[in-house]
């Protein structure tokens, strides 16, 4: 117990968690390919697809935080860190990149142009995100990689579309 120079995936033979979130970006990257081609309304589609590469920063910036070690810009690019997997081809090996790159990818999910494309307005419904989520995922992975001036912007962003912190201990009741 609490052994650090134990490699943890050699104490589990499963790990649900960890497959749940990579299930749940493979969903993400199923959106994202099929969207393009998708029927409907055209003007919909570049906010799906945002919504859909935040999402997927966010479940990546889970993983990473939970199966690799910290971020440090100084030791960065020399430690593993997880596979970011941005496509639909499940019958590749995925590769593990170092944390630099993993969290490269993931700003990049979550990126200005990205953002843009969500409502710029907050959202009346817990089930569902825009602007105010993306920024927020971004100010956080910035956090955590202690640039805090950049992720003071986007979290100032985020509380500039909603300010509004839900009370959600009711939900337990």
Request: aromatic share 10%.
């Given at each position: 117990?609490?052994?650090?120079?134990?490699?943890?995936?050699?104490?589990a033979t499963d790990d649900g968690l960890y497959r749940d979130l990579y299930e749940y970006i493979n969903?993400?990257?199923?959106?994202?390919?099929?969207?393009p081609d998708a029927t409907g309304d055209e003007s919909q589609k570049p906010r799906i697809i945002a919504e859909a590469r935040v999402m997927r920063a966010y479940l990546h910036f889970l993983a990473v935080n939970l199966y690799a070690r910290q971020y440090d810009d100084a030791t960065a690019s020399t430690l593993g860190g997880i596979a970011y997997v941005d496509d639909t081809d499940v019958s590749?090996?995925?590769?593990?990149?170092?944390?630099d790159q993993v969290y490269a990818k993931a700003l990049e999910d979550c990126s200005d142009d990205v953002l843009a494309c969500l409502k710029q307005t907050a959202v009346d419904n817990s089930s569902?995100?825009?602007a105010d989520f993306?920024?927020?995922?971004?100010?956080?992975?910035l956090f955590?990689?202690?640039h805090y001036d950049e992720?003071?912007?986007?979290?100032?962003?985020a509380?500039?579309?909603n300010g509004t912190i839900e009370d959600r201990s009711e939900i337990a009741n």
């Open positions: 117990f609490c052994d650090e120079t134990i490699d943890r995936a050699d104490l969903y993400m990257n199923v959106v994202i390919s099929k969207m590749v090996q995925k590769t593990k990149l170092p944390l569902r995100f825009e993306g920024y927020g995922v971004r100010a956080r992975i955590q990689m202690k992720a003071l912007k986007y979290a100032n962003l509380l500039g579309v």
